[in-house]
């Protein structure tokens, strides 16, 4: 099982300026690596497939970079809507695949 | 527009079966574009893949949970099912069902229902 491993567990930002999440693979994953934003009472929502493209809605704000094992998520300009929990997850390992167990950005 | 929407009782007793059934709407379940997956949230806790299926029936489920796990899949329908046996209190969860997609690249969750909070209890 590859295990996804997220930092921080909580970060806090001040509103308008950049976060940086980051998300490590414990193997090799390619760049088969999405990014989730999870609200409180919602279902998760894909911001980033393939490690960096953003998914069809999703804000020029928000950017992912990385392939092999290291990746980062990084949303500029934060605005109060972006406050939540970000998930890693990657789809390398098929059939089974795994999320890392969060990073919840909180307002500084 | 594409929805998913979760349906099935929310408290279950310890050793009995959960079951959920997750319906599509605003498209075909038998695309052969997608798998149709189930993923569960413990409170407070992350995401954990259960399973994914094809229209076909072929299903792929976590080794962690293959022993007690059966997804199936209604066609005429347009829905998918879980059922999750012997369950005990470490199976609460909001249960989430979602789309998939099948080709090699495009393996992650594009589509999530709302959820389901299953509560098991006595």
């Known amino acids: 099982e590859i295990v996804m491993t997220q930092s921080p567990a909580t970060l806090s930002v001040s509103p308008g300026e950049r976060a940086t999440l980051s998300c490590r693979a414990s193997q090799y994953i390619s760049s088969n690596l999405a990014w989730y934003q999870q609200k409180p009472g919602q279902a998760p929502r894909l911001l980033i497939y393939g490690a960096s493209t953003r998914a069809t809605g999703i804000p020029a704000s928000f950017s992912g970079s990385g392939s092999g094992t290291e990746f980062t998520l990084t949303i500029s300009s934060l605005q109060s809507e972006d406050f939540a929990i970000y998930y890693c997850?990657?789809?390398?390992?098929?059939?089974?695949?795994?999320f890392g167990q969060g990073t919840k950005l909180e307002i500084k | 527009q594409f929805q998913l929407q979760e349906s099935g009782p929310g408290l279950v007793k310890p050793s009995e079966t959960l079951s959920l059934t997750c319906t599509v709407s605003g498209g075909s379940i038998s695309s052969s574009n997608y798998y149709w997956a189930w993923i569960r949230q413990p409170p407070g806790k992350g995401l954990e893949w259960i399973g994914s299926i094809y229209y076909s029936g072929s299903t792929y489920y976590n080794p962690s949970l293959k022993s007690r796990v059966t997804i199936s899949v209604d066609t005429s329908k347009n829905q998918f099912s879980l059922k999750l046996s012997s369950v005990t209190a470490a199976d609460t969860a909001v249960y989430f069902c979602?789309?998939?997609?099948?080709?090699?690249?495009?393996?992650?969750?594009?589509?999530w229902g709302q959820g389901a909070l299953v509560t098991v209890s006595s």
């Open positions: 997850q990657q789809y390398h390992n098929w059939p089974l695949y795994t």
């Open positions: 979602a789309r998939q997609g099948r080709r090699p690249g495009d393996e992650y969750f594009q589509h």
